[in-house]
């Protein structure tokens, strides 16, 4: 059974620009999927549109059957679908882990220890606690990546979409980071969703969905 469904989406710039036209996709828990397709296709604008930031044009987005437009579009983002972007998006006046407490805050998580528990994600990633206590500007891409990661997960949501997240990574750390998806699919039963230019990306994923410009 799919957690999300596209049900012939469209979306346009404007009147004169249209760049997604009828597309329908399915997503299941526990499978990592990877959208591809040349510069322009629509492949952030389509993350976009999954994570409720934009409303499609034309179609339906279903997150477990509901129609994510008639649903509160905070609580569906702050709760059920976690963004990694290629640049990071972290504040590097924070530390890795007052970066995903911070992101627990504003899914107004209850949790007595928000520490521990950010430090548990944290080593989820392979970020042990002494890389924890760093400043992000401290870290190496990779390690900020991971950072990303945990910070998404901190509210344990069923769906997590990344845009390009080895763009900016060498090959090995890449790997490792792919290694983290994987488990976070296989182990936690995650619908991972990655927008990629990566060949090796593609590869591991369980599908690829193309998307062709328009």
Do not use: W
């Not at 339906?60 to 059957?65: L, Q, R, S």
């Not at 995650?190 to 990306?201: A, G, L, Q, R, Y």
Request: glycine share 6%.
């Amino acid at each position: 059974m799919s957690v999300l469904k596209l049900e012939n989406i469209g979306y346009s710039y404007d009147k004169k620009t249209k760049v997604l036209s009828d597309v329908s996709y399915e997503f299941e828990k526990g499978k990592i999927y990877a959208i591809v397709g040349k510069s322009g296709a629509g492949k952030t604008t389509l993350l976009s549109l999954i994570s409720g930031l934009t409303s499609p044009h034309d179609g339906k987005i279903y997150f477990e059957d509901k129609d994510i437009a008639k649903i509160d579009k905070y609580n569906y983002r702050s709760k059920f679908v976690g963004v990694i972007f290629q640049s990071f998006n972290l504040l590097p006046h924070l530390n890795a882990v007052e970066n995903v407490i911070l992101s627990m805050d504003v899914a107004k998580m209850k949790i007595k220890n928000k520490r521990e528990y950010a430090l548990d994600i944290l080593k989820k990633v392979d970020l042990d606690g002494e890389k924890a206590k760093r400043r992000i500007l401290k870290l190496s891409g990779g390690e900020q990546q991971r950072v990303a990661i945990a910070r998404a997960l901190s509210y344990n949501p069923d769906i997590i979409l990344a845009d390009e997240p080895t763009g900016n990574l060498d090959g090995v750390t890449s790997e490792e980071v792919i290694s983290i998806f994987r488990r976070l699919a296989n182990e936690e039963d995650k619908c991972i969703i990655i927008v990629t230019h990566s060949p090796e990306v593609a590869k591991a994923a369980d599908a690829v969905y193309e998307l062709t410009a328009i």
